[in-house]
Every structure is written in C-alpha cells, then in structure tokens.
C-alpha cells in the first residue's frame, strides 16, 4: 500500500464516522481504500448538502459586511444570488435529487426562504469576530485536524466568545464531534469558546410554511470529549487498516438512516455487503 505522509481530519467526519465508519472512510478517504484493492464507486453530490452549503454562502455574505461596517448586512436579494451561484458550482458536475428538492427550481426557492429567516432570525443576534478562518492543527503524528469555523461571535457581556454553527436539512443530527473539533482548532489559536450554538433551518417542501430557526445549544466539554474518542478511533482504525489491508477494521452500520446506494459508495459492493 502507499504510504502517506498526512491524513487530514475533517470536523464534519466526526458526527459521521460515528453513524458509520466505513461510508465515511469511502466517502472522505477513498484513496485508502483504492490502494489497497476496493473500488468505492463516485456519488454525486446530494442535493441536500447543497442546499445547505448554499445558505451558509448567504450567512457568510452577510456576516462579513456585518464584521466590516458593525450594523449593515446587505441586502436579501445580493445574499440569495450569492447563494444560488454556490448551488449551481456544487452541481455543476451532477447531484443527487430527492423528494424535499427534486428539481433546481424547487432548491432556489428553498435556498430563498431559508436564507432571508437566517438573515432575520439569527444574523442580528450576532456580532462577528471571526468568519470561516481555516485553522490546522498537528494531533497525532500523521494526523492532522482541519477545519473552518462558521461563525466566531461576542455573546452575553462581548467579553465571552462563542462558537455558532449553521445547519440545514430534513431532520436536525447530532453534531458534537465536528463542534468539539472546531473548539479545539480554535483553542490552539488562543481563541477559546465559551459556548457552542448550532443554527438548524429545516429543509422544507415547496409550499410548506419555513419553520423558526432551532437555536441548540451544546456543551462545550462534552463535544471537546467526544471530539477526542472519535479521533482517536478514526486514527486507530486507519492505522490498523493500513496495516493490514483488511476493510472490516472500519465497522460498518446498516442502521444507518444513509444507508443506500444514493449516500454511500460502498453500498451494494463486495466490500460492503452487510446492508442485506
């Protein structure tokens, strides 16, 4: 097998390794299983993930004229076109429809509403200190963390720091992992965080009323304890399998709500046979 150098952790992999490590291992780190004989198949991007990417695009546009002029956000129109030209990038090369967006129509319309109840729900709450800085972090030998904060904030008196996270989809998942990841990046940059709060928007059929933002808030020790355990995992199960080759190190979960040929590359392989 080739050997490599660096292997970087990704927050968002953390919530996902834990719901199933070897979609996750397919998904974000296919050249280890390539080199050692197994063939995930390529997946477009899902339509879900899009969509959401698309309305971070629209906080961030509006945050940073935010941090730049202290009051000003925009405008919703520029917000919603910066938005709709990250959807078209993430499916310029095929996505992934579903039953809540089966059309590119129906996506814009969603990225229009979900982006103005962000613009008047949760952007005024916030003042920015830091926007999508990308931080590394040396963990292990071999192993590095790497991520980008969405959105570093003043909270309570502005002496505190706090960490706010945008989410988007059908039903709202548990993402403590990614948020401890993110408190320790920021920590290694001398910016530690008092709180963790995530913004969840629910994807919504055309036609169905936006439902208010889920401000949730979680507990900083334990996603910095949780972040560990499944680094830690993550690192033991690679190193394990780049010793051996064999793909049942990475336990698989055919419980998982993801598991279909739609979300996963291994789904209906030889190297994952385990959803039947």
């Excluded at 040396?138 to 505190?160: C, L, R």
């Excluded at 320790?184 to 910016?191: D, E, F, G, N, Y």
């Excluded at 830690?232 to 698989?252: S, V, Y």
Aim: proline fraction near 6%.
């Amino acid at each position: 097998m080739t050997t490599i150098d660096t292997i970087m952790i990704r927050p968002s992999s953390g919530p996902s390794y834990n719901d199933c490590a070897r979609r996750t291992i397919a998904k974000a780190y296919g050249f280890l299983l390539r080199d050692a004989g197994y063939e995930p198949r390529q997946l477009s991007s899902s339509v879900g993930a899009a969509v959401g990417s698309s309305v971070h695009k629209a906080g961030e546009y509006s945050l940073h004229i935010k941090m730049e002029t202290g009051d000003d956000t925009g405008t919703d129109n520029d917000a919603i076109d910066a938005a709709v030209a990250e959807f078209d990038a993430r499916i310029e090369d095929g996505v992934i429809w579903d039953d809540t967006t089966p059309t590119r129509n129906a996506a814009q319309k969603q990225i229009d509403v979900m982006t103005r109840m962000y613009r008047s729900r949760i952007v005024p709450k916030l003042v920015p200190v830091m926007i999508e800085r990308r931080i590394e972090l040396q963990y292990k030998p071999g192993f590095e963390i790497s991520g980008q904060p969405d959105v570093v904030a003043s909270v309570d008196d502005e002496t505190a720091i706090g960490l706010r996270d945008t989410k988007t989809g059908v039903v709202q998942r548990a993402n403590g992992a990614q948020y401890g990841n993110y408190a320790a990046l920021l920590k290694s940059v001398h910016i530690p965080v008092s709180s963790i709060t995530e913004d969840f928007l629910q994807r919504m059929p055309v036609g169905k009323s936006q439902p208010e933002p889920i401000s949730k808030i979680y507990d900083v020790r334990t996603c910095i304890a949780l972040a560990k355990a499944t680094n830690d995992r993550m690192i033991r199960d690679i190193n394990t399998f780049l010793e051996t080759g064999d793909i049942e190190t990475f336990a698989p979960n055919p419980m998982s709500m993801m598991c279909g040929d739609k979300y996963c590359p291994l789904h209906g392989t030889t190297a994952c046979p385990h959803h039947k």
